[in-house]
């Protein structure tokens, strides 16, 4: 599967360094979104960038067994429904859709789980979503050679 | 347990089939996506009703999303203008996915029934959001989860003829230029006035009652965005191809349901937000809006007339129905604005029950439905035929049927604006869809072969005469239509002088 540019030691030497930090890096965009700049949209693009890095310098087959097709599916279904069941949740606890404030005694705190849980679902779906678009892509292309 | 749902029912009404469509993604496709559809929806068209009871009794609810007020959070908007349109959409939808199971197994590859499902129900969700929120970015987010939704659905009908595809890319591209119009007027707006909530622009947009002109460009690229997506003539380009070459259930709920949610906020927007600039109003209406419909009305028949594949005809005439709304609002009273929306119920009805016939045809056919094709259809699947035979004499507005209460407010309308040159025009017009749909009668029942009958699918069939019958209920006891349109003409008219 591997290519003529994946051939590179330096290359795959760096991507293997480098998908790590890139993970650790689009983690700490993730949780702190409430705090500061960032958010979950942000850092599941950051996180599929490691996968993608991943499948471009070592090949499409083994970037799929990484994250298998299927699985990747599912996952987008669970980051939405991680949002929506945010949602209802707090139905339940007697609020609003999506009113946080019940989440928690202290509306403050609950305030601070609901955005992180609704964050979380939101870069769960992004990752996945954004790793389906180059994994199809991709396939595309090698269909036809 | 049941009342803590109901007080959330305008959230849940958009909510539960996005959930359902997200939930039925992990399900095997089998019969499982139907059954949650069908579930889901029961309890959607529940929930309208509740939505219904509780606005005849408060006459607005607004619905504040996470607890924030409005300006600074989204909110829903319940009131007389939109209640009627959702118990419509409500039961509209229900019955087209009860309908729409033997069409699908038909129609498209069995794995992919699934996320056709998924998308269906995206697609209602999203539709939905359209008729509930008042906020106008909001708006915009509804407009392009409708569209992608609707443009994979429209896809999936390559499996029967690739021009689905070119069809599909077309109202992609068309679509996102005109939601992109109309972002870029949302934004306009909101840099001026700095809200999004359609209630608080109101009030900031008076601010500037001497006109500005960023809000005038902004209203226009708000309104041509609109347009495009509501496939008002000359932006229709986009909508023959996507209704006809779209998998035939689709095509039903896209032609009922899809343009007529855009053409409600189309109204809204305009009698509730723009109304505080008059001027800017009028000659929009008066010059744009008006001569638009009116050859929109005479073109989109006159095409129909040459029309060969009979999913076009029914797809162009869909553009001279659009015309027939738009001018109605574009009278800019009470009486045009009520028959606008008598024609936005109705037609639903009309077009809905003509695309669910053909697209019955279509399945027994195997193939696409043109002019030849359905010779005898009358005598062999006598069932369809007499439905779709009572839908077409709606659709030219014969007595009896609710396509006659349309015409009927429409001409009464534009008698008491005195406008004699647009009666010509919608009487021709109407005489013309007699031309058109005769020649499909001719076909069914005229043509020099007789076959015997043959069985016909209840399952299919039953959804289609439901929407039958109820053209023919609306068309003798119209009141309950009369109603909700006055109604929503009483809310629009509010800010109108005259």
């Known amino acids: ?145 | 347990m049941f009342d803590l749902f109901l007080d959330d029912a305008p959230a849940l009404v958009v909510v539960l089939p996005l959930i359902a469509s997200a939930i039925i993604a992990f399900m095997p496709s089998k019969i499982w996506p139907w059954i949650i559809s069908m579930i889901v929806l029961v309890f959607h068209l529940a929930l309208s009703l509740h939505l219904i009871e509780e606005v005849s009794i408060s006459k607005i609810i607004i619905y504040e999303f996470g607890n924030w007020e409005p300006p600074w959070g989204i909110s829903f908007k319940i009131d007389g203008v939109n209640s009627g349109l959702q118990i419509l959409f409500s039961s509209f939808v229900l019955i087209s996915t009860f309908y729409s199971r033997k069409i699908f197994l038909n129609e498209i590859e069995a794995e992919d029934t699934g996320k056709a499902y998924s998308l269906w129900l995206l697609a209602i969700g999203s539709l939905n959001g359209i008729i509930l929120t008042n906020d106008i970015f909001n708006l915009f987010v509804f407009l392009e989860i409708s569209a992608l939704a609707s443009i994979s659905l429209i896809s999936l009908g390559a499996g029967l003829n690739r021009k689905a595809l070119l069809a599909a890319f077309n109202y992609l591209i068309i679509g996102a230029i005109g939601a992109t119009f109309y972002v870029i007027g949302a934004g306009f707006a909101y840099a001026m006035t700095g809200t999004l909530n359609m209630n608080d622009l109101i009030i900031q947009l008076s601010q500037y009652s001497d006109g500005q002109l960023a809000i005038f460009a902004g209203m226009s690229f708000m309104l041509i965005g609109l347009m495009v997506k509501a496939a008002i003539f000359p932006l229709h380009i986009w909508l023959p191809a996507a209704y006809s070459y779209a998998p035939s259930a689709v095509s039903t709920l896209l032609a009922a349901l899809a343009t007529k949610t855009i053409l409600y906020f189309f109204a809204r927007l305009l009698f509730e937000v723009f109304i505080i600039y008059e001027n800017y109003l009028i000659i929009f209406l008066d010059f744009i809006l008006f001569p638009l419909s009116v050859i929109a009305i005479f073109i989109g028949t006159l095409i129909a007339v040459y029309q060969d594949d009979i999913k076009k005809l029914l797809a162009f005439s869909s553009i001279a129905q659009i015309g027939y709304i738009t001018l109605a609002f574009s009278l800019r009273d009470h009486s045009g604005i009520t028959s606008g929306f008598v024609h936005i119920f109705n037609h639903a009805l009309i077009k809905g029950g003509l695309f669910m016939s053909v697209g019955y045809f279509a399945i027994l056919y195997k193939d696409r439905v043109t002019l030849s094709s359905i010779k005898g259809f009358g005598y062999k699947y006598p069932i369809t035929s007499f439905a779709l035979l009572i839908c077409g004499l709606s659709l030219i507005g014969l007595p009896l049927t609710n396509g006659f209460i349309s015409k009927l407010y429409l001409f009464q309308a534009l008698y008491i604006n005195q406008m004699y040159i647009p009666i010509a025009s919608v009487a021709l017009s109407s005489a013309l869809a007699v031309v058109y749909f005769w020649k499909i009668v001719e076909q069914m029942w005229f043509s020099d072969i007789k076959p015997k009958p043959e069985k016909e699918d209840p399952s299919i069939y039953f959804p289609i005469w439901i929407i039958t019958i109820s053209i023919i209920l609306f068309g003798i006891y119209s009141s309950p239509i009369i109603e909700f349109s006055t109604l929503s003409a009483d809310y629009l008219t509010q800010g109108l002088q005259k």
């Open chain 1, 1 to 145: 599967m591997r290519d003529k540019i994946s051939s590179s030691p330096v290359l795959s030497v760096v991507s293997k360094v480098l998908f790590a930090p890139i993970i650790i890096f689009g983690l700490y965009v993730q949780f702190h979104g409430d705090y500061g700049p960032g958010g979950g949209f942000q850092a599941g693009v950051i996180v599929a960038a490691a996968f993608i890095l991943y499948s471009m310098i070592f090949g499409l087959a083994k970037g799929e067994t990484l994250v298998p097709v299927m699985v990747n599916r599912y996952l987008m279904c669970v980051g939405v429904l991680l949002y929506a069941g945010v949602g209802i949740l707090s139905i339940f606890l007697d609020g609003m859709y999506l009113d946080y404030n019940v989440l928690s005694t202290n509306p403050s705190s609950g305030q601070h789980i609901g955005i992180i849980l609704v964050e979380l679902g939101v870069g769960i779906t992004v990752a996945t979503v954004m790793i389906a678009l180059y994994h199809s892509f991709a396939s595309f292309k090698v269909s036809h050679e």
